[in-house]
T-cell receptor, first 115, second 114 residues
Framework: DTEVTQTPKHLVMGMTNKKSLKCEQHMGHRAMYWYKQKAKKPPELMFVYSYEKLSINESVPSRFSPECPNSSLLNLHLHALQPEDSALYLCASSHPGQLAKNIQYFGAGTRLSVL | GENVEQHPSTLSVQEGDSAVIKCTYSDSASNYFPWYKQELGKRPQLIID?????GEKKDQRIAVTLNKTAKHFSLHITETQPEDSAVYFCAASGTTDSWGKFQFGAGTQVVVTP
């Protein structure tokens, strides 16, 4: 099973709303990632968790708040977003191990629209 | 930090012809080079990857070549089919403790016409 599951698939929110994106994997991966992807652009790394601890924050605004409650689950909490935050949000995970850790498996993404 | 350049940005090919996409990278410490295919509205999917101890890797109609000296790597698709139409991203990463932090290329839109 190489499945990374993201919910919801689509999300529309106002600038004052609070919402959360969810990502789940059951592959035993101990690194999980959040990416933001604009149309026709490559994914941009936002956060990396390794062994449930935040190891990389790519200077993401505080209106995005990640959380990793356990080794299978990754959340992204959203608050007071701006219209320019509208994008596809992708989750990915990778296996621990010297060589395998590079291989990232992506979820299908959450398409977010901020009105 | 690492910088990856990808060319061309768009590529139109006739069905059955070959397609080649090229990427160059700047950091000589990079040692893992994946290629992802992303169809419209879908997730990026790993189609092939290569590590720096290998010069070439093939998987059916897809091959990747790596020239470490020149710091460039290429994706080759032979006998293209309409289902090969997608955006292709190359990436590079190194063996730091950064858990596979990728630097992606800008992407190539491939259109295969029947």
């Amino acid at each position: 099973d190489t499945e990374v599951t993201q919910t919801p698939k689509h999300l529309v929110m106002g600038m004052t709303n609070k919402k959360s994106l969810k990502c789940e994997q059951h592959m035993g991966h101990r690194a999980m990632y959040w990416y933001k992807q604009k149309a026709k652009k490559p994914p941009e790394l936002m956060f990396v968790y390794s062994y449930e601890k935040l190891s990389i924050n790519e200077s993401v605004p505080s209106r995005f708040s990640p959380e990793c409650p356990n080794s299978s689950l990754l959340n992204l909490h959203l608050h007071a977003l701006q219209p320019e935050d509208s994008a596809l949000y992708l989750c990915a995970s990778s296996h621990p191990g010297q060589l395998a850790k590079n291989i990232q498996y992506f979820g299908a993404g959450t398409r977010l629209s901020v009105l | 930090g690492e910088n990856v350049e990808q060319h061309p940005s768009t590529l139109s090919v006739q069905e059955g012809d070959s397609a080649v996409i090229k990427c160059t990278y700047s950091d000589s410490a990079s040692n893992y080079f994946p290629w992802y295919k992303q169809e419209l509205g879908k997730r990026p999917q790993l189609i092939i990857d290569i590590r720096s101890n290998v010069g070439e890797k093939k998987d059916q109609r897809i091959a990747v070549t790596l020239n470490k000296t020149a710091k460039h790597f290429s994706l080759h698709i032979t006998e293209t089919q309409p289902e090969d139409s997608a955006v292709y991203f190359c990436a590079a990463s190194g063996t730091t403790d950064s858990w596979g932090k990728f630097q992606f290329g800008a992407g190539t839109q491939v259109v295969v016409t029947p």
